[in-house]
């Protein structure tokens, strides 16, 4: 986790470096579209649109790993209550004799 927050940060820190040093002006011609931005505003969309788009096809994962883990913990709290069940009825059942 640690080691994951590091790179994404040295990333991030690269990614304003170049942007800081190329901040000419650019023009961007896509089909019809003709627009008139700097490379940093250009570098900026293009790291936030990806970042959007990494964040989208995690999601998934990240639900289904939750809900994995919702019903561990609930499979793992009726164990441990019968678990509990069962040792009191073994507790009765020595004291019985």
Partial sequence: M???LIVTFM???LIIIISMQ???PLDLTFFAWKLQMSLTALIFYA??????IVAILT?????NKYINV???NKER?????KALEQ???????IKAK
Avoid: D, T, W
């Avoid at 999601?59 to 639900?63: A, C, E």
């Avoid at 709290?77 to 209550?81: A, F, N, V």
């Fill in 11 to 13: 990333l991030l820190l």
């Fill in 87 to 93: 040792e009191k009825q073994g507790v009765a059942h």
């Fill in 70 to 72: 919702r019903n561990l």
């Fill in 77 to 81: 709290y009726e164990l441990k209550k």
């Fill in 59 to 63: 999601l998934p994962k990240l639900v």
């Fill in 47 to 52: 790291s936030a649109f990806g970042g959007a």
């Fill in 22 to 24: 190329n901040s000419m």
């Fill in 2 to 4: 640690i080691f994951q």
